[in-house]
Structures are given as C-alpha cells and as structure tokens.
C-alpha cells in the first residue's frame, strides 16, 4: 500500500466529515457509478487502497475548509481595516477561486499522480533491461535474468516485475512466455522501444547459435538506450515553447509590472498592501508553481538519481544535524532580520536605513528578506551537504566503476586467479575508490581465504559494505555468478558488462548536454537576470512614488479655488496612503525569494529529475547570490535614481 499524503488525507476525510454527504450509504453507491475506469485504473496504479466515495469526499472537505478558512481570513481583516472595492473585489476573487482550484486538484490527483508515476518509471527501464541482458548473457533463462533485476532493483519497475513473478506462481499466466507477453503490452502503452526491446530479449532464448543470441540481447539493449536518447531529444525540443511562456508571462511581465504599480494611481486604480502581497505573495507564486509543475510532467525520468537512506553511515547524526542546523538558522534569521529596526531604534547612524522613499540605502524591511534567506541558506547547506557528498561519491564511483570492470575482464580472461585479476585492476585504478575498494577484494582473497561473494559483500570485512551504488552492486553480483564458468567466458561476460555501464553513461551524457540550455536559462534567471531586473523595476517604483509625493507637496500649495489643484492632488496621492514603502519592498522581496525556489527547482527537476537533496543543495548555494544581486541592484539603482528626483 502506498501510504502517502492522499491516502491518508482520505481517510481522515471519512473519519470527521462524513457527515457533509448525509446517507454515506447512498453516497458510496453514487460514487461507484459517477467515477470513470481511468479514474479506477489510476488508484490501483498508484496503489491507493482507497474508495471512489473516499476521493470524493476529500475533495469536498478540502473544499469546504479552504473555503472557510479564506472567509474568516477575509472578515477579520475587513473587521480591522477599511478597504477600497477594488481590494474588496480582489479578495472575494481570490476566496472563490482557489477553492474551486482545490476541488479540481483533489479530485484528480490520482490520476494525476498516476501520470506522473506511469512517466517516472520509464526511468528505470534502461537499468532495468540492463540487468535482465546481462543475466541472459550469462544463463539464457528468462525467468531467472527477470527474478534477478526484480531482486537487485528497488526501482517502481523493479516492484512490478516482482508482482509479475508473483502472478507467475500462482497461476495467472501459464508460463513465462505469457507472462512477458502481458508484460511487455502492458508497458508497450508508456513505451513502444521497451515492448520491442522485451520481445527480442524473449526470442534470443530461441536462437540455436550463441552469438546471434549475443547479437539479439545486444540489439535489445540498444533499443532501449537509442529509445531513452529519442524521448528526451524530443522532449528538449518540446521544452522550447513553454520555458519561453515561464521566462515571459510568469516572470518578466510580473516583475516589470513592479514599476508600474504606483503610476496606476493616476488613472484612478489604487493598489493597497493586501492586493500587492496576495497578487506578488500567493497568487503569482502559485500560478508559475503549478506551470512549471506542469511543465515538469511532461519530462520522461531518464536515470534515477541514487537513493539515499538516512541510516547511511555518513548521516547517523542527521537528526541531530537537522535540528541544531534548524535552531543555530532560525537565530541567525531573527537576528538580520531585526537588524535594520534596531539600527532605527538606535538613531539610524550615518542615515543608512531608509525612513521613506528615495532615502537612505536599505529600507528596513529589506534586512527581513535577507533574514529570511539566511535562514534557507544555513538549513539547506547545513542539511543537505552530506546528502550532496555522499550523491557526489556515488556518482564517481560508477563512472570509475565501468573502466574498473574492463580491465578485471580482460585479466580474468587471462586465465588469472580472481585474487591476483582484482589486484591487478587496483594497481591500474591506483588513486581511486573503486581502485581502494578492489584492492581490499584481494587482500580479503588472499588473507582472510574468504569466498568471493564474501570478500566483497559481507557485512563485517566486505570490500564493497561502504559503496553504496545499486549499479555497482548488481554488476558485482552478476560477476560472481559468471566468474564460477570458465575463465574465457567469464571475462567475455565481464568485459561486456562494462560495456553496457559505459553505454548507459554515455547516454547520461548526451541527455544532461541535450537539456543545457534550458537548465542553464533558467539557473541564469534565478541567479542574475530575475533578481537584477527586480531591482531596477523596485528602485524605479520607489521613483515614481517619490515624484508623486513631491507633485503632492506642490500641489498643495496652490489656492483652493483652483481646479487643477484639487486634480493634481489627487493624483500626486501616490501609493503613500495605500501601501507604505517598506510593505512594498517586504512583498516584492519575499516574492524573489519564492520565485527563485520556483526557478531552482524548475532547472533541477529538468537536468536530474525529483532528487530532493541535490535541489536543496543547488538552493543553498543560488539563493543567497541571487539576493545579493537583488540587493546590490535596489542600492545601486537608487543611487542612480536619486539625481530624477
């Protein structure tokens, strides 16, 4: 059962609101026959062992609370505060809305997640095949190369090749010819080159001769790999039109509005504190989440990143690490965030911090947004810098790995005892991990007289208990069922196995390289474009309500029997009884803050899919050089400003 946030949700939904619906009898019935088979088809996907009714149900109570909670949101402010009808409008606008987004959203979601599942596990589909070739190539039996990666593999595929060998004993399919033929139509709906590919691995049992079976598996695994290269090449192609909507619609035009905001005063719009932070706060911020969420759907997983697990010995004190890292960032927020009102509180020494517009350097609030960033910086870095290491580790262990595999091939095919091909291989990968790790294969051989599989994977003295690749650790226990054939063909079998890492590496490559110039774009935007741009358009605000605060003054002194008076004050008003200055900086700069983790996590999720640790890593390390950036740009664009005004 996948006990994930829906799931759970939907139950608590049964337990306390059942009452919303009346006869809850008569509701299930209704259920049944109102939802669609996709619909059914996506809970048993994703493994959500939940009714219809359930679904349903949590989609009204969602909806009823969201609702609720906006309009108690709503009277309170308009208990404390006066507000125009254009502010009045904005809010009922919003109270509408974002619950019918809630309603749509819950009542999709498992088909929604079931997409996003169904396009994230073709991911695994190169590995996977990967490992059934490689078994075929030692021991031409199809029941054994599938058991082999459904037990070596945690992937979502892994999990539906073990269902598949379930289905087998107990009778569902007759045999495994039947059993791979379902299979392979099954998944041939997601992925037409992973049906083919399934289909010639199936028929090389039938070749008479080894090495058109050889040529066969081989075929297959190209296949696969030519089919991943295609799917993500069109996919890059594809990304064009919508990153250029991202980059425009959801982010200039937003940001350039920033500047414009004061000036709608003179035609009579008045935009006050809660329309800028539940336009620039919420509602854009959502609205380029979900498109770029949107966006990401659409990407077909290629290469799983490596899983991670907090029991790794690197992360015993995680944590520990996770709550001291959290205290020592919210201290730290707390201190810069106050900061700029204690220097206030002080006298405002050599007039540094702003008291109104175009004064000073740095508004007030400005010391809030850098509190809030010291914040993520601190916890990101200090939470995820060991995840990032140990992922960074992993990774070049595999690609030393593949080198590593051929030159053990070439000299176990030598003839060599495995003693002397692993200490062989460790001179040559001398400086190395996967060189250290080989090296104590061979003193485990030679001194402790242990077996193969234990000199490498026994929990106490194993040469490999400290690599913690899935990649590695199949192919070695690939090499030490080959390694008891003769010498010739366990040396063949090996030197193919690496072979087939290199390929997949390659492809890697050639995937990373195909998407970097959307994830380059757009780590440019969140790192200098966005922020400097944001700038400009703040300092250019500040402007222009400075020069309607001076038109006000002037206009003030007019005779009061002149009509051009009463109009030019008016419109000199400005923004200054409507939003104050530092209200106004404090929502455009949280606003960067989120947009830059919308950004951040836009890029990340394109060059290497869903890994939470590299993206949290990736954060820690742009967020503060996007701010600062931010900054610079807002003081020097308001020393420049200063001679218009």
């Given at each position: 059962m996948t006990d994930n946030w829906y799931s759970v949700s939907c139950r608590h939904s049964v337990q306390y609101f059942s009452w919303l619906v009346g006869d809850l009898e008569r509701f299930k019935k209704k259920s049944e026959t109102s939802v669609s088979q996709e619909f059914l088809d996506s809970l048993n996907f994703c493994g959500f062992e939940i009714e219809p009714y359930e679904s349903q149900l949590l989609a009204i109570s969602g909806t009823l609370l969201s609702f609720m909670l906006l309009f108690i949101m709503d009277v309170l402010l308009l208990q404390f505060m006066i507000f125009g009808s254009t502010t009045i409008a904005f809010m009922v606008l919003t109270t509408v809305l974002i619950p019918i987004f809630v309603l749509v959203y819950l009542s999709e979601y498992p088909k929604i997640h079931a997409r996003f599942m169904k396009i994230h596990s073709l991911g695994d589909i190169p590995e996977i095949l990967s490992y059934i070739v490689m078994s075929m190539k030692l021991v031409s039996n199809m029941e054994r190369a599938i058991s082999f990666a459904a037990n070596n593999s945690e992937r979502p595929l892994a999990r539906d090749l073990r269902k598949l060998i379930w289905d087998m004993h107990v009778r569902v399919y007759t045999g495994i010819d039947d059993a791979t033929i379902?299979?392979?139509?099954?998944?041939?709906?997601?992925?037409?080159?992973?049906?083919?590919?399934?289909?010639?691995?199936?028929?090389?049992?039938?070749?008479?001769?080894?090495?058109?079976?050889?040529?066969?598996?081989?075929?297959?695994?190209?296949?696969?790999?030519?089919?991943?290269?295609?799917?993500?090449?069109?996919?890059?192609?594809?990304?064009?039109?919508?990153?250029?909507?991202?980059?425009?619609?959801?982010?200039?035009?937003?940001?350039?509005?920033?500047?414009?905001?004061?000036?709608?005063?003179?035609?009579?719009?008045?935009?006050?504190?809660?329309?800028?932070?539940?336009?620039?706060?919420?509602?854009l911020p959502l609205a380029t989440f979900g498109y770029a969420e949107y966006i990401l759907l659409q990407r077909p997983a290629t290469f799983p990143p490596p899983r991670i697990s907090d029991s790794h010995p690197h992360l015993v004190n995680i944590k520990r690490t996770r709550r001291d890292t959290s205290i020592i960032a919210l201290v730290t927020a707390i201190i810069i965030g106050a900061s700029g009102y204690l220097w206030l509180a002080y006298g405002n020494p050599l007039g540094l911090v702003s008291t109104g517009a175009m004064t000073g350097y740095i508004p007030p609030s400005f010391t809030l947004i850098w509190g809030a960033t010291a914040f993520i910086t601190i916890y990101a870095i200090g939470v995820y810098t060991p995840y990032k290491s140990i992922r960074d580790d992993i990774k070049e262990i595999e690609y030393q790995f593949a080198d590593a595999l051929f030159v053990l091939g070439r000299r176990i095919s030598d003839g060599r005892s495995p003693e002397w091909a692993f200490m062989q291989t460790a001179q040559t990968m001398k400086g190395t991990r996967i060189g250290d790790a080989f090296q104590d294969v061979a003193n485990n051989l030679s001194l402790f007289r242990t077996t193969l599989v234990g000199a490498i994977f026994d929990s106490e003295y194993g040469a490999f208990r400290n690599i913690y690749s899935e990649r590695v650790h199949t192919t070695m226990r690939l090499f030490t069922q080959s390694v008891y054939k003769s010498h010739q063909s366990a040396g063949v079998a090996i030197v193919k196995l690496a072979d087939h890492l290199k390929e997949l590496q390659e492809v890697e490559e050639n995937i990373k390289g195909s998407l970097y110039d959307v994830t380059s774009t757009m780590k440019s935007t969140a790192t200098i474009f966005a922020p400097l741009i944001a700038g400009v358009t703040l300092a250019l605000s500040e402007v222009i309500q400075k020069i309607l605060q001076n038109i006000s003054i002037e206009t003030s002194r007019f005779p009061e029997g002149m009509g051009v008076a009463s109009i030019m004050s008016d419109v000199g008003g400005g923004m200054e009884q409507s939003i104050p200055p530092n209200v106004f900086i404090l929502a455009v700069g949280f606003y960067m803050i989120v947009l830059v983790i919308i950004l951040v996590r836009f890029a990340g999720g394109i060059e290497y899919g869903g890994d939470k640790a590299q993206f949290m890593y990736d954060l820690g390390q742009i967020l503060p050089v996007s701010i600062m950036v931010f900054t610079i740009s807002v003081v020097v664009s308001r020393a420049l400003f200063t001679a218009i005004v």
């Open positions: 379902a299979f392979a139509n099954q998944w041939g709906k997601n992925s037409e080159y992973f049906k083919r590919a399934l289909h010639l691995v199936k028929s090389s049992t039938n070749e008479p001769d080894e090495a058109q079976r050889v040529i066969t598996l081989n075929k297959s695994l190209d296949i696969v790999l030519e089919g991943t290269r295609h799917m993500m090449v069109g996919f890059a192609a594809r990304l064009k039109t919508p990153t250029y909507i991202l980059y425009s619609i959801f982010i200039l035009i937003p940001l350039a509005l920033v500047a414009l905001l004061p000036a709608l005063t003179i035609v009579g719009v008045r935009i006050d504190a809660v329309i800028l932070i539940l336009l620039y706060d919420l509602i």
